[in-house]
């Protein structure tokens, strides 16, 4: 049971997230629920450009769940190799579309027990699926940005994928658990980066806890002083990492900006001075 406090400041990153990225939506390209299946398998430890690359010829060539679960293994590995992981992966997508051929009638199931039982589908693809092409909100997508920025954020102290879902789905209204993934998703990619999050040019700067991170982002346009220990730990706890409280901001930064980022908009770049503040939007 999450206090109110930590309800509050999940609520608060919620809004400041729909309002820097109202139009985010799931980077793979697809066009059906069977290709967004098999990207979301493919795209396991790789980059999702690097998925778009390889699936235009790989539906070209093999269209349907039979034809997948039909085509000969060292043709699939070719098509995929890009993606790595490739023998596995071509083994799972033609066990996966052997099930869906035999069980499914060649269709992806709209339920989240079914689509487990695929060969290389777990709780993290079906809940994309699910949530991506069917729009039912089963969960709480958890990827590495996900859980990287959650725990910044102060929203989970934990570190399993299922732990931290289950701390999302708890603090999250179900109405949002799907556009929260994909706006996380674009922030960790944007601004929340793994190596150097750019804190101060972050909507979230004001009320995000940081916990982990050592130094603000920008060389030249800092967050503010590296949280000490003692400090951060005054954070975790007042931004509710499980059981805290609302989250009150310790850095400089102004107030969360309302202007929107397009969703297929580059990287931030590196600011060049102070100037470059949330309240003015990221570009
Ligand atoms: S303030 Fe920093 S740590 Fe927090 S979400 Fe923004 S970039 Fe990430």
Redesign the pocket.
Known sequence: MKSPQARRHAAQVVEILAATYPDAECALVHENPLQLLIATILSAQCTDARVNMVTPGLFAKYPTAKALADAPQEDLEKEIQSTGFFRSKAKNIRACCRDLVDKHGGEVPRDLDSLVQLAGVGRKTANVVLGTAFGIASGVVVDTHVAR?SK??GLTRATQPEKIEQDLMALLPESEWVNFSHRMIH?GRR??TARK???G?????DV???IG?QYG?LDDEP?GKPIKPTARRKAAKTAGASEGSGAKAR?P?KKAGKAAVKTNSRPAKKATGRGRSASRGIR
């Open positions: 920025l910044r954020m922030h601004i929340c999050p750019l804190c040019q972050c909507p979230l700067n995000c806890p940081k991170v982002a967050a850095s930064g």
